[in-house]
């Protein structure tokens, strides 16, 4: 290893925090904070951020001794590119001591709180999108307030700091892929608030900004192996280096009552409402991800890459988008939707992306509703079955059955793990197996899982996968 140092460090001074950001995985590395960086290079400002984690101390591990700054790595086709991001100034880690977080988030300077804790995070039942109470994180926030773990407890525990000391409140943001994920973060920090004290839920109603956005940029999940071929071209250890394509786009509704960072000079859509562009995002792009992630791997595609790489994934990708997305779809403005379609393949394509099926087949409970069973109810609605999104759906049954085509186990990564688990009993009959899951309701919504066209139409998917395989499923859907 040659260079100066054996590890990356900060030169010069770092930037005054005003954002603090829950969640500092690959995503906010690859995202939030670069927005953030190139928009104080470009206006400046007191933007720096304080990166805490939830739950584990890896980001503050890998971060900390190289004083927040990493290396953001840019999977072009051409070949990799790499620069340094600096805007991370600290990185936390709430468990090891909670109420210093509440203390940060109480500081007058922190403007913005941001996050990145995927659909999980928010401890809410994805079918109704309010807050689960009964969640074990939020029952021992509700009772110990003083020591918060989820991020609802945390949220409402800084609002609360802030409001007790005569202080205003910071703006929410989160980053998340959930449809309005402003409404959907304000609702669990209501329900929360509520449940403790009506008075400070009423003060956050009327007081706290919870601006919606739309965030797309595929972040692959980083290997050793990569954190070698980085290390080799730099000349030093960057063990918080991250990994993600050229392509990025941030749609933010422009709501931020103590101000923001320039993020419109950094590339950022300021906009009035997110709505039209997160459902294109949400069910274009993010709803074949998992059609791809579940029938892929059961093809046994490792990547979404191999995935399109083979005829039949890559058409079946066109179909649903031409059949069964984009009739849902309302044209955000300025976007031409078959436009946007084929970019989405050509980045689907591209070689240098390594985004394992298995990574986004990760927490399926908390996606399909979104992602799949939004268009799906709404076709049903018009007059039409899609029978693509219900194979989609019927993949990912397969998938949670946790074995293969090929009869070895799938390892399954969910917060409904346990009772998925409990409803795919072995020796099913395919009817059976999608009554079962079809009855989970944290999910599927009673009405649309009693639809018979839907119920029916997932039942032949479903027994179509378990008795001519994925890759077979699909050139049937696709006649």
């Not at 995070?121 to 109704?128: D, E, V």
């Not at 700091?161 to 920090?189: E, H, I, K, M, Y």
């Not at 069973?373 to 029978?387: S, Y």
Request: charged share 20%; glycine share 8%; net charge negative.
């Amino acid at each position: 290893m040659t260079g100066v140092s054996d590890r990356l460090t900060r030169q010069g001074t770092a930037p005054t925090p005003g954002i603090l950001h829950l969640g500092p995985g690959a995503f906010f590395r690859a995202f939030l904070a670069q927005y953030t960086h190139d928009a104080m290079a470009t206006s400046g400002g007191d933007w720096g951020i304080v990166a805490a984690s939830l739950r584990s101390p890896a980001a503050r591990d890998q971060l900390g001794p190289q004083d927040g700054v990493y290396t953001a790595v840019t999977l072009a086709p051409a070949g990799e590119e790499m620069r340094t991001i600096t805007s991370v100034t600290e990185v936390m880690v709430a468990p090891e001591d909670p109420s210093a977080l509440v203390a940060r988030m109480a500081d007058p300077a922190i403007r913005i709180v941001t996050l990145t804790v995927t659909e999980k995070g928010y401890c809410h039942a994805p079918a109704t999108g309010r807050l689960d109470l009964t969640h074990p994180d939020i029952a021992a926030d509700l009772a110990d307030l003083a020591q918060p773990r989820s991020a609802p407890g945390f949220l409402v525990a800084g609002l609360r700091a802030r409001r007790n000391a005569g202080l205003a409140p910071f703006t929410v943001l989160s980053c998340d892929n959930l449809p309005a994920n402003g409404a959907l973060v304000r609702g669990v920090v209501v329900d929360f608030a509520r449940a403790i004290d009506p008075e400070l839920a009423d003060w956050i109603e009327a007081h706290v900004a919870f601006p919606a956005t739309m965030v797309d940029r595929i972040t692959p999940a980083i290997t050793p192996d990569d954190l070698d071929r980085v290390a080799a071209r730099l000349g030093y250890r960057d063990e918080g280096a991250v990994l993600h394509e050229p392509f990025s786009q941030w749609v933010i509704e422009d709501d931020f009552p103590l101000g923001r960072p320039d993020w419109a000079a950094a590339g950022a859509q300021l906009v009035a409402s997110v709505e039209a562009h997160e459902t294109m995002k949400l069910r274009m792009l993010n709803g074949t991800h998992s059609t791809l992630a579940y029938l892929g791997y059961l093809a046994g595609h490792q990547t979404i890459a191999d995935a399109v790489a083979d005829p039949p994934f890559a058409d079946l990708c066109r179909k649903l988008w031409h059949d069964e997305i984009i009739p849902t779809v309302p044209r955000p403005e300025g976007e031409d939707l078959p436009a946007y379609a084929a970019a989405l393949l050509a980045r689907y394509r591209n070689p240098a992306i390594r985004h394992r099926t298995s990574q986004i087949a990760t927490d399926g409970s908390q996606k399909l509703p979104q992602r799949l069973l939004g268009p799906i109810r709404e076709t049903l609605a018009a007059g039409h079955v899609p029978k693509g999104l219900c194979l989609a759906v019927a993949g990912w049954m397969r998938y949670v059955g946790g074995i293969d085509e090929k009869g070895l186990p799938i390892k399954l990564r969910d917060p409904l793990a346990g009772r998925i688990g409990a409803l795919c009993q072995p020796g099913d009959s395919p009817a059976d197996r999608v009554d079962a899951l079809l009855g989970l309701d944290a999910v599927f919504e009673p009405a649309l899982a009693a639809t018979p066209a839907f119920r029916d139409t997932v039942k032949d998917a479903y027994t179509r996968l378990v008795r001519d395989g994925a890759r077979a499923a699909v050139l049937d859907y696709l006649g």
